[in-house]
């Protein structure tokens, strides 16, 4: 797993006093005591986390059937990909069937660092992860940046989506091309698709196979849409609308896993507003601009910062054209707002 930057004092203390008021209400909520007499339970057995809402999780046995269970308070994390250890009550009066008793140790995850909560996970166990991006709102590659220099931390490599291509117009027609092109030279896969017009579905969908994948991208881009494009029974709702049951509104805002037919299995999580690089350092980063690599060690000076210091390679290498400079320019732009933050935050102490 990468290495994470320390949080900062404040930083630390927000979400540790957050942690604490939820366990605290957990305490409080006498709904959650879970009958954890061995007598009331049956045997262990494996399955893999669907969804999680809240103190409850959906897990999927060898069977293919959806269980509901409670959590148990000793497992610390719990996510959608999970493969965990669960008993069943023998006489379940609740909507909750089982336990879930134990977490196996991922064997990677997508974090995304949350204001209150620190580091979130998003997905568990993913083999694949593709970037979704649309037309509209609009195509920003400096949102797309964040969620690369998120995924190149592991060792994942990323898809990138742009979805709404039925939206390409005059006004946007050169951006999307040159956005295309930008990524495409890095050496990425870039699926230009439409979920709604079903363009390009069936290409995502081959790239599914045999994985498990999981689509994120900011909020409204179309990752749902894209899902019940895939399949079509599954009829995800799509602009957040949520009905009044307690587990409906969670739907939206948790991840799911979704089996398709090809053996691959695909995770929907849920919009990020912003997603912030706070919890990196500036050399991880430059570790997410993978075509500046060649030239890092090249530069005149070992702890060049790579911005006003003479003799950097990376300025040479935008002069010649073998770097954009609009990558380099997001890439100064994301440590600036770090720095910021970094700022904020100690002024604080
Ligand atoms: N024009 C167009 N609209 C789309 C497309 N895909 C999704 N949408 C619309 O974009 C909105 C947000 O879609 P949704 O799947 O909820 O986005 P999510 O937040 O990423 O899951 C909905 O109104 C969709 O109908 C597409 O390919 N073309
Ligand atoms: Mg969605
Ligand atoms: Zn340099």
Redesign the pocket.
Known sequence: MAKQKKLSKSQARRIEENQNKRIAKAKRQKASDQPLDDSQLGPQSFAQVITRYGQHADIENDSGEIIRCDIRRTVKSLVCGDNVIWRPYNNSSSEFAGVIEAVEPRKSEFVRPDFYDGLKPVAANIDQILI?S?L?PDLTPSIIDRYLIAVEQLDITPVLII?????LNQDNQSLVEQTIELYRGIGYQVLP?????EQGVKDVESLLENKTSV?V??????????V?AILPDVNIL???VSDNSRLGQHTTTASRLYRLANKGAVI?SP?VREFAMWHLEDEQILDGFIEFKPYVGLCKFRDCQHKKDPGCAIKQAIKDGKVSKQRYQSFLKILQTNSEIDLRHNSKM
């Open positions: 979704v649309a509209l979805n709404k291509m039925d939206l698709i439409s979920a709604t017009e689509f991208g900011q909020s409204g881009v179309g990752k749902s849409s894209l019940n799509t602009k957040q929907d919009g």
